[in-house]
């Protein structure tokens, strides 16, 4: 049945209980659930939750007016008993006796007593969007959906499966043992108990078997995917009634429009303000974009095929493999005063590409200068782990003490995947003051590890970012750029 016939069978039968229905009406409803078992279903579902109402409120509520209305609608009760079963015919009855005040744009509300089939646990900046169930926190959640605009929020089964939706994802709670991902990018921790567990998507059955799994659903390309964290699930996959094992490392995915499902294994899960008014409050803004600055991310392995040139990626992985660090060139010549004393860098964050919000806590980042000026010479384009100035190749955080220096530091929260960072970099100043080749390099890292290998790739705008500004240093005081 259509949601729209669904809507339509219940405003008939609030109107029903409530006196108002007409004769067309109540002859459509008696039709409907006489030769409709999901209208007949609806009607009983709906009688059940009428019926729970009315005990709350206590049956000495009802009225001779109410007992009136029992009467006129009794024909309607005989043809009801002899096409349906006498139970929905016991909750007819029920219903006539105890009308609902209730106004029928509530009607979708869950009764107090449905099961509740798991609680919100946690989230992070979280901002919801159209909810049939309540987004606050350890509440109880039972059949509905939520649609997660921004942040993340973490959702745990009565069963012990603990499922993390990671925004923009709408999510489907079904029962306790499965869900169905109607949009974006949601992560599932299953324990032993709950196997079974199944994170459907529109097009997949996904059964878990003991694992950690994520889905991904692309709800305007129509697209969906699989990937194995740990352990293993079973997809089903129902135009083709293609079914199989999926181990660690192993992808299923669906194009729109497809009859088949395409397997593969991969490396590291893959998945954009203008720039500031110059003459605002005095500032002289340099961004890597200007003159001989420049930009490079480098990364300690698979640098083919996990690199984007304009984007500026940060990483502390678990275990050393794909970290990435980035580096700033800013041309400093074009300053008109190099006795600034109030410095800051501001970074552009955009979604990442790469990996999961889900696995990687509130971030710090550390912010290094290069002290060295023999060391600046080095080229966007040539620039890799083994060759990028002071870099510790041994460490995801680290640069060489003897040829850089801290100059600032900052924090991402948990499940911010977009925003603006504005860094306090004062102490470049005297670096500054001392510079004798024009050129500046800031060095960004991420202090803090991913608690998975699949954690989410911190993500930056570049020089040639679509709709964001590059980096830039922002020197506050009278300043005259240079012309």
Same mark, same amino acid.
């Given at each position: ?371 060295? %000026? ?9 620039? +890799?782990?083994?060759? /990028? &100035?002071?870099? @510790?190749?041994? !460490? #995801? ?56 290998? %699949? ?9 040639? +970012?679509?709709?964001? /500004? &590059?980096?830039? @240093?922002?020197? !506050? #005081? ?6």
């Amino acid at each position: 049945m259509k949601d729209s016939q669904q809507l339509h069978l219940a405003q008939i039968y609030e109107k029903l209980i409530n006196d108002e229905a007409s004769v067309e009406e109540i002859e459509e409803f008696e039709q409907a659930i006489m030769n409709d078992p999901d209208a007949l279903e609806l009607y009983q579902d709906l009688s059940n939750q009428h019926s729970y109402l009315q005990s709350n409120k206590g049956k000495d509520a009802v009225t001779t007016t109410q007992a009136r209305r029992s009467k006129k609608l009794k024909s309607t009760i005989t043809t009801l008993v002899a096409y349906t079963s006498v139970a929905a015919a016991v909750v007819l009855g029920m219903m006539l006796l105890f009308p609902s005040n209730k106004p029928s744009n509530q009607l979708a509300d869950k009764p107090n007593n449905a099961p509740s089939y798991a609680t919100l646990s946690s989230s992070s900046l979280a901002q919801w969007g159209q909810c049939s169930l309540p987004t606050q926190l350890n509440e109880k959640l039972a059949q509905g959906n939520l649609e997660l605009l921004k942040g993340t929020a973490t959702l745990t089964f009565d069963s012990g499966a603990m499922v993390t939706l990671e925004a923009p994802a709408e999510i489907e709670i079904v029962s306790g043992m499965k869900a169905i991902v109607r949009h974006g990018r949601v992560v599932a921790d299953v324990p032993k108990a709950a196997i079974g567990f199944r994170l459907d998507t529109p097009d997949m059955e996904v059964k878990d078997l003991g694992t950690v799994f994520a889905v991904s659903v692309d709800r305007n390309k129509g697209e969906s995917q699989v990937d194995v964290l740990d352990g293993e699930v079973e997809i089903f996959h129902q135009p083709s009634q293609d079914r199989k094992l999926l181990l660690v490392k192993q992808r299923a995915s669906v194009a729109q429009n497809s009859d088949t499902v395409e397997y593969s294994t991969y490396g590291e899960i893959t998945r954009p303000n203008n720039t500031l008014d110059a003459n605002k409050h005095n500032q002289e803004i340099i961004s890597t974009a200007d003159g001989k600055g420049g930009h490079a991310s480098i990364i300690s392995d698979h640098a083919s095929t996990h690199l984007y040139p304009n984007l500026l990626q940060a990483k502390h992985s678990v275990n050393g493999s794909y970290s990435r660090k980035f580096y700033l060139k800013f041309d400093i010549s074009q300053l008109s005063n190099k006795n600034s004393k109030q410095i800051s860098l501001q970074l552009n964050q955009v979604r990442s590409p790469y990996g999961f919000a889900s696995f990687v806590p509130d971030c710090e980042f550390r912010v290094y200068a290069l002290t060295d %000026e023999s060391m600046e010479n080095w080229d966007p384009k040539t620039l +890799t782990w083994k060759n /990028a &100035p002071a870099n @510790l190749q041994k !460490s #995801g955080s680290l640069l060489d003490e003897k040829h850089s220096t801290l100059v600032g530091s900052f924090s991402i929260p948990r499940g911010q995947q977009e925003g603006v960072c504005n860094i306090d970099c004062s102490t470049l100043s005297e670096l500054i003051k001392q510079d004798t080749n024009g050129s500046l390099t800031l060095v960004v890292a991420r202090k803090t590890r991913e608690t998975r290998m %699949e954690g989410l790739v911190h993500t930056f705008a570049g020089n040639e +970012t679509k709709d964001a /500004a &590059p980096p830039q @240093l922002i020197f !506050s #005081g009278n300043h005259s750029p240079k012309k």
